[in-house]
């Protein structure tokens, strides 16, 4: 099946600094992204949609002045956390859309725990 | 917007049962898709239905898309421990790829 390649799997930072994951389909192409937020024992939240080659599609409440997130290429995607603070804290995980399959699929990274001194 | 009931919340199950779970929404998605979480892990691809109706199985996991494309539900026969695990249901509603998930079920095996 298609894998999607997420880094770093775990990060730890210092209140205020920025913080860049990132995410690669690593054998297919992908022109759309998503970025999601899981909080412990709670579901899925998508934040936003990556579009390669455009602007992110931010969801509702996702400050994206907060959430930069770039897609350069058909094979990355990349969210940074700026000026992270203690309340950002969480597990992120992106999925990448595998066109080749006659049906979508969504694939998603192994996810990026993020903790905010 | 769309909302997924995921239910049960957790279940708690000897190995060698069958577990069952489900997922209703008050409105139609045209895609519905399982996963599976472990702990620091992305979410995998279980099952993906396509067609109100459908049933579909991957080993021991049953799906089936339900006929009014409202729910959806998801079998495990004969559970092992390494079936531990939040599971999550996903409807889909357009081609973009986006998806509603449900709040997961927690699935402990006993040995």
């Known amino acids: 099946g298609a894998v999607v390649s997420q880094h770093p799997s775990r990060v730890i930072c210092k209140s205020g600094t920025s913080v860049k994951i990132e995410c690669r389909s690593l054998d297919f192409q992908a022109t759309t992204m998503f970025w999601y937020r899981q909080f412990p024992k709670q579901s899925l939240m998508l934040m936003a949609t990556?579009?390669?080659?455009?602007?992110?599609?931010?969801e509702q409440g996702v400050e994206k002045d907060k959430f930069l997130i770039n897609h350069a290429s058909l094979t990355l995607s990349t969210l940074t956390v700026t000026s992270a603070h203690p309340e950002d804290s969480s597990f992120y995980i992106c999925s990448a859309r595998d066109l080749r399959s006659k049906n979508e699929k969504l694939f998603f990274g192994s996810g990026t725990q993020l903790s905010v001194l | 917007g769309q909302q997924l009931n995921q239910s049960p919340q957790s279940m708690f199950i000897q190995e060698g049962e069958d577990v069952s779970m489900n997922c209703t929404s008050s409105s139609i998605f045209n895609t519905w898709l399982w996963y599976k979480q472990d702990p620091g892990e992305g979410p995998v691809l279980l099952i993906a239905l396509y067609k109100a109706g459908e049933l579909t199985s991957n080993g021991r996991l049953t799906a089936q898309f339900g006929i009014t494309r409202k729910d959806s539900f998801l079998n495990i026969s004969a559970s092992i421990p390494s079936d531990v695990g939040i599971y999550f249901c996903a409807g889909q509603n357009t081609n973009a790829g986006k998806s509603t998930f449900g709040d997961g079920t927690t699935l402990t095996v006993k040995p």
């Open positions: 990556s579009n390669e080659g455009s602007k992110a599609t931010y």
